[in-house]
């Protein structure tokens, strides 16, 4: 089962997803036999923290009602 989901994830932070919640994450990834996928999650992360400004604002709500810290 997937870790808690937080906005404070280190750059780091490896989470292994169900193929299927992965969604576009799993994307021309390699699958464990066990059909999960390992999505870097900090780097995303940090990456959407860094572009903030490019955003479009339903995205940017989206993340806000998640809880993104920004």
Known sequence: MPAK???T???K???ELPLEAAGPAATGRET????????NLGMWTANVRRRADKLADERRV???QLGMRW
């Open 32 to 39: 464990a036999p066990e059909g999960t996928v390992l999505v």
């Open 13 to 15: 932070h490896v989470e």
């Open 5 to 7: 989901a937080t906005s």
């Open 9 to 11: 994830s280190p750059r």
């Open 62 to 64: 989206s993340l806000d």
